[in-house]
T-cell receptor
Framework: KQEVTQIPAALSVPEGENLVLNCSFTDSAIYNLQWFRQDPGKGLTSLLLIQSSQREQTSGRLNASLDKSSGRSTLYIAASQPGDSATYLCAAGGSNYKLTFGKGTLLTVNP | ETGVTQTPRHLVMGMTNKKSLKCEQHLGHNAMYWYKQSAKKPLELMFVYSLEERVENNSVPSRFSPECPNSSHLFLHLHTLQPEDSALYLC???????????????FGSGTQLSVL
């Protein structure tokens, strides 16, 4: 059974700092690894999807990497802004529509 | 506007009530999902419909009953719920065909359910 762990559970940084969020998964037989953002009381917004054959994906200030063999993914946020404050979730995509989520990292960027 | 709309946004119900959650997607997708998000727990997949056929049912209690009348609409019928069923219920959609590796999910804003 796939298990996804995110570290740290919470992170508070000053504005402008570069930061890294970590995600690990126990079963390397994944189809993709997805990163989402969730604002309080809201649904999830897809940020990046890395296919199993890829090593990384970039969108603006966000860069996500995937190392299937070690069961790890990282989300790098450059030059953080207060608007980046949210919960970031990673999810490992398996067969039969299964997407296994971690508990998330609560990010606070202070002005 | 995410393209996936859920109603109602908030719902309070007693344990003997019957209610339904509604989800509608305007993205041309043909797979729809129900997820449950409880405090301090990861999102849990409840049901998946692909091409209007249920393809996933994650040992969900029978007091939750999904319905997918067409590829754009998904319902979750609720009956005699328990207080521990209080959670945020999220609907999502994706393409069913094509490469699994590229299957990206699009979520609605959720229904915050409180069972008294």
């Amino acid at each position: 059974k796939q298990e996804v762990t995110q570290i740290p559970a919470a992170l508070s940084v000053p504005e402008g700092e570069n930061l890294v969020l970590n995600c690990s998964f126990t079963d390397s037989a994944i189809y993709n690894l997805q990163w989402f953002r969730q604002d309080p009381g809201k649904g999830l917004t897809s940020l990046l999807l890395i296919q199993s054959s890829q090593r990384e994906q970039t969108s603006g200030r966000l860069n996500a990497s995937l190392d299937k063999s070690s069961g790890r993914s990282t989300l790098y946020i450059a030059a953080s802004q207060p608007g980046d404050s949210a919960t970031y979730l990673c999810a490992a995509g398996g067969s039969n529509y299964k997407l296994t989520f971690g508990k998330g990292t609560l990010l606070t960027v202070n002005p | 506007e995410t393209g996936v709309t859920q109603t109602p946004r908030h719902l309070v119900m007693g344990m003997t009530n019957k209610k339904s959650l509604k989800c509608e997607q305007h993205l041309g997708h043909n797979a729809m999902y129900w997820y449950k998000q409880s405090a301090k727990k990861p999102l849990e997949l409840m049901f998946v419909y692909s091409l209007e056929e249920r393809v996933e049912n994650n040992s969900v209690p029978s007091r939750f009953s999904p319905e997918c009348p067409n590829s754009s609409h998904l319902f979750l019928h609720l009956h005699t719920l328990q207080p521990e069923d209080s959670a945020l219920y999220l609907c999502a959609s994706s393409q069913a065909r094509g490469t699994v590796q590229r299957r990206k999910l699009f979520f609605g804003s959720g229904t915050q359910l409180s069972v008294l």
